[in-house]
């Protein structure tokens, strides 16, 4: 990694941190779980993975799930982890999408076509694996949940898989639209 890679990928990581509802207080709870914030915390790493790499979005969320593991680590002491996965499982639709948008169509449709089937995919990935990440975690003892009945994690999966599908469809839109953005105004300048 260059070094003005490193430092871009350092604000963004900076940001993200700074923008976690644990730090910022920046959320608005789900009205149908409160205990579910939603955040803009991912975008920055959303709009790292598609303007400057893959690899710096995944050391940005590392990052993140290290400092919320040190200091904020929330209700469950591995929910970062369990954030983490979310995270993870939204990029790898990002990263599908764009190897599968063929480099040959005009680039405003490249972009639209992109920037759908990204959110389509991270929407689908994040809710299925956050799904059953739930279900498995759920009704572990603390500290890897919080040994919730069967009944119980039955109960919470639409909840958690309509808060993860939801995160999803507002983070991915924005960070492609930014990242887009910010590559076009480079463009600009060169």
């Known amino acids: 990694m260059n070094t003005k890679t490193l430092a871009t990928t350092a604000v963004f990581a900076a940001l993200t941190v700074a923008l976690n509802p644990s730090i910022s207080r920046i959320g608005i709870p789900a009205p149908y779980a409160p205990f579910l914030i939603y955040g803009i915390w991912e975008i920055p790493i959303v709009t790292a993975f598609l303007l400057i790499s893959p690899t710096a979005g995944i050391m940005i969320a590392l990052l993140n799930a290290a400092v919320l593991f040190a200091f904020f680590p929330g209700a469950l002491p591995t929910g970062p982890f369990y954030n983490l996965i979310a995270i993870f499982s939204m990029m790898l639709g990002l990263y599908i999408a764009k190897k599968l948008i063929k480099h040959d169509a005009e680039e405003q449709q490249k972009i639209l076509k992109i920037a759908t089937a990204s959110t389509i995919l991270g929407i689908i990935l994040r809710a299925s694996f956050m ?60």
């Open 131 to 190: 799904t059953v990440v739930n279900y498995i975690t759920l009704r572990q003892p603390y500290p890897f949940g919080f040994e919730l009945e069967e009944m119980a994690v039955l109960a919470f999966l639409p909840a958690g898989a309509l808060f993860n599908g939801t995160v999803a469809l507002y983070t991915v839109p924005v960070g492609e639209f930014i990242a887009n953005v910010v590559k076009s105004r480079l463009k600009l300048e060169n």
